[in-house]
């Protein structure tokens, strides 16, 4: 089914600090006994795949437990890739109305030192940059070009479980295919949504992961926020990242009057006296142009937490459903890569699912889903991969070879040309290859090698150069095999699974 129809934004939107909350379609009179797509959570990834089956004329059910702005500390960062993508879906205009930010690349501070790398957009139309803003104004946008479309439902919910066939409760080991979802809407009254398709984006903090994944969440960290307002950053439209000890601070635009700071707090805890640990340990650390906004912040206890989470796609095959968004798959959020892989996989779902007429064939929807999970797998563990081992390389370990990794991976960026410009195109999303990941990776190992063998070789600089390389391969090799060596590098050699009689010859 092709695209059609205009841009479905409002025009002149509100640059206000709060968009007015989505109205919640509840005229359950004119839904239709089966959707095409019952979309389970209204975030990034929810809200611009109900808005593109919109445009291919599906009929979709977008449920959303809170259909008001949401208010986020992350999220707040578009990569040049990531706002590629969302030209591509047709809703680049998210990110107008809101105050947005363009950021055109990073610059690094370590010991007194500064490594400043553009994103390198030659060769891409001239809007293609970084854009930074509100999380929740981005997400009401992307809400408002979803509920313009005829054919979608917003509508206020709370998925409780996923239906079979016959309306019961979907089983993980039965073998039927998802036919739906039973939701408690927001009369407090449990409905039933029966759709050919499924589709769960419920966020981190997903209900429903564990039937359609083996999910195993690792807490490295947390990121505490903090707002700075009127305070300059040292490069305008620039992200800027501190090495500092023990792990990163960063700072972005997220509208004209205010940075955002995110500061990392490694451990499954965050330290017992929060404001002080930010005076004493963080604030010595933060460039000075910045310092005097950053402690104005802490003093006025404009303090936020959030647990950072890492998740490897792990995804189980089920007829009917599938897992999209930081439900399906979530990295550390120092990159900024989320949503890139978010609108990423959006846009490639769409592609796959577009050439079938509708859903109801079990048998051709199934084999398209499973397909999906084969061919997103080398951009995203590409991105999954730079995020993880970037934040294991910035953090400060205390271990000399670990040290002179951090230091050399500072310095080899700092050269900028081609050795700059290859990493960078991993990081904003513009060519997420993996073999150019990994070749970066342990050239930037060689080079730290290299810088120890000079003037001349010796023992110590030697045996310093066995541990960095140690150091690097116990760094990015678990990570890569976590993504699954086969499924990043050679993804269509996966042998694809049988699909359930019960797909092939439905129950009566």
């Known amino acids: 089914m092709g695209r059609g129809g205009e841009s479905g934004f409002l025009p002149g939107a509100s640059t206000s600090t709060f968009l007015p909350p989505i109205t919640s379609n509840d005229d359950f009179s004119r839904d239709p006994e089966v959707w095409d797509v019952v979309v389970v959570g209204a975030g990034v990834a929810g809200s611009a795949l109900a808005y593109s089956q919109g445009r291919d004329g599906r009929r979709v059910l977008l449920l959303e437990r809170d259909l008001s702005q949401p208010d986020r500390i992350v999220g707040e960062l578009l990569q040049p890739g990531g ?18 930010q363009k950021v055109y690349g990073y610059c690094m501070f370590k010991d007194e030192e500064e490594a400043k790398v553009s994103y390198p957009t030659e060769g891409f139309d001239g809007d293609v940059a970084g854009r930074s803003f509100h999380n929740g104004r981005f997400v009401q946008r992307l809400r408002q070009a979803a509920a313009s479309r005829p054919s979608v439902t917003i509508r206020q919910g709370i998925a409780k479980r996923l239906l079979n066939e016959r309306g019961d409760e979907w089983k993980e080991d039965s073998e039927e295919a998802v036919s739906g979802v039973l939701y408690k809407a927001a009369d407090g009254s449990e409905r039933t949504a029966r759709a050919d398709l499924s589709i769960i984006c419920d966020g981190m903090y997903s209900s429903l992961r564990s039937k359609l994944s083996t999910p195993h969440i690792r807490h490295p960290s947390f ?10 950053l040292p490069y305008a439209n ?10 990163p601070i960063l700072f972005y635009p997220i509208s004209s009057t205010e940075v955002r700071c995110l500061v990392d707090v490694p451990g499954e805890r965050l330290p017992s006296e929060l404001p002080g640990y930010l005076r004493a340990t963080v604030a010595p ?15 006025a206890g404009r303090i936020r937490s959030m647990q950072n989470k890492l998740m490897p796609a792990a995804p189980i095959h089920r007829p009917g459903a599938l897992l999209l968004g930081d439900a399906f ?11 890139t892989v978010a609108l990423s996989d959006t ?19 199934a084999a398209t889903t499973h397909a999906f999970y084969t061919r997103r797998k080398p951009l995203s563990a590409t991105i999954n991969t730079l995020a993880n081992a970037l934040y294991q390389v910035f953090c400060y370990r205390g271990s ?19 050795y700059s410009a290859g990493p960078v195109s991993l990081l904003s999303g513009l060519n997420p290859r993996p073999s150019i990941l990994v070749m970066h990776f342990f050239a930037v190992a060689v080079f730290g090698v290299g810088r120890l063998l000079l003037p001349r070789p010796t023992l110590r600089g030697v045996w310093m150069g066995v541990l960095l390389l ?19 590098f050679f993804p269509y050699l996966i042998r694809r699974p049988l699909i359930w009689y019960y797909v092939i010859t439905p129950l009566p």
């Open 83 to 100: 706002y590629l993508m969302l030209k591509r879906l047709g809703l680049e205009q998210a990110v107008d109305g809101i105050d947005a």
């Open 223 to 232: 990121f505490v926020g903090l707002l700075l307002h009127g305070a300059a």
């Open 238 to 247: 620039f992200g800027h990242v501190v090495l500092a000890k023990p792990s």
């Open 285 to 299: 650390q933060v460039p000075r142009q910045l310092r005097a906004a950053f402690l104005e912040a802490v003093d």
């Open 329 to 339: 798959n979530m990295r550390h959020p120092l990159t900024g890569g989320g949503m």
């Open 347 to 365: 846009l490639l779902l769409c592609d796959m699912l577009r050439p079938l007429p509708d859903f109801s064939d079990s048998l051709a929807t």
């Open 400 to 418: 000399a070879a670990h040290e002179e990794m951090r230091q050399a991976c500072f310095d080899y960026l700092r050269l900028g040309g081609w």
């Open 470 to 488: 140690r150091c690097a391969a116990c760094i990015i090799l678990p990570i890569i095999k976590g993504e699954g060596i086969v499924a990043v």
